[in-house]
C-alpha cells in the first residue's frame, strides 16, 4: 500500500502562500493524490486531487513531482480561516478491486496574523 | 442540500450498554465509511461499505459492526462498547469509490459523533 509522510506541523504568515509537502514514495500509476483538510474537529473537507499534472482550483494548487513520490499543497494567499489539519492521501485499490482509504495523521497549519 | 448527517452528535454512556450510531446520506452514493479519530492517530477506517449488503473491515473494526440494508443509511453498532472506544467519529459517502472508474471520486463527510464510554 503507498503510505504518505507529511511534517506533523508549520507556521505560515497570514497572505502568504503556505507550502505544504508530502512524501508518497511507493506511489504506483493508477494512484491519484487526494488532499482534505480538517478544521478544529469538523469532518474533513476535500481540497484538491490529481495524477501526474499539477491542478488548480479556486482552493489551491496541486504540484506533484514528475516522478510522483511527492507533491505539495499550495494555498496562495492563507487566511487565519485556513488553519486547520492537512491530510495528503492516496488511493489504493485492494486486491478485490475496490478503494482503501487511509488518513496519516496529517500536517497542522497554523495561519499567523 | 447534499450532506452527511449522523446521530447522536455526542453520547455519554457506560461500559456494555450497546448503542448505535446513525449515519444517512441524500446523495444517492454507493460507498460509505465509518472512521474514528483519536489524538496523534488521525482518521483510522472503521468499515466501508461498496453499496447496498456489500462492507468489509477497515484498518481498525474491532468492536464494531455495520450493516447496510439501503443505500442512503450505515449504521455504526457498538455491541459492548469499552473505553478504549471512546472517540470521535466521523461518518463519509462517496459516489463510487470502489472499481477503477471511481478513483477520482471524493468523500463527503458528515459532522462526527462524540462518543464517551465510561
Known amino acids: 500500500d503507498a503510505k504518505t509522510t507529511q511534517p506533523p506541523s508549520m507556521d505560515c504568515a497570514e497572505g502568504r502562500a503556505a507550502n505544504l509537502p508530502c512524501n508518497h514514495s511507493?506511489?504506483?500509476?493508477?494512484?491519484?493524490v487526494y488532499w482534505y483538510r480538517q478544521i478544529h474537529s469538523q469532518g474533513p473537507q476535500y481540497i484538491i486531487h490529481g495524477l501526474k499534472n499539477n491542478e488548480t482550483n479556486e482552493m489551491a494548487s496541486l504540484i506533484i513531482t514528475e516522478d510522483r513520490k511527492s507533491s505539495t499543497l499550495i494555498l496562495p494567499h492563507a487566511t487565519l480561516r485556513d488553519t486547520a489539519v492537512y491530510y495528503c492521501i492516496v488511493r489504493v485499490l485492494t486486491s478485490g478491486g475496490y478503494q482503501k482509504v487511509t488518513f496519516g495523521t496529517g500536517t497542522k497549519l497554523q495561519v499567523i496574523p | 442540500e447534499a450532506q452527511v448527517t449522523q446521530n447522536p452528535r455526542y453520547l455519554i454512556t457506560v461500559t456494555g450498554k450497546k448503542l448505535t450510531v446513525t449515519c444517512s446520506q441524500n446523495m444517492n452514493h454507493e460507498y460509505m465509511s465509518w472512521y474514528r479519530q483519536d489524538p496523534g492517530l488521525g482518521l483510522r477506517q472503521i468499515y466501508y461499505?461498496?453499496?447496498?449488503?456489500?462492507?468489509d473491515k477497515g484498518d481498525v473494526p474491532e468492536g464494531y459492526k455495520v450493516s447496510r440494508k439501503e443505500k442512503r443509511n450505515f449504521p455504526l453498532i457498538l455491541e459492548s462498547p469499552s473505553p478504549n472506544q471512546t472517540s470521535l467519529y466521523f461518518c463519509a459517502s462517496s459516489p463510487d469509490l470502489g472499481r477503477l472508474a471511481g478513483l477520482q471520486e471524493t468523500q463527503y463527510f458528515g459532522p462526527g459523533t462524540r462518543l464517551l464510554v465510561l
Open positions: 461499505s461498496m453499496n447496498v449488503e456489500v462492507t
Open positions: 511507493t506511489i504506483s500509476g493508477n494512484e491519484y
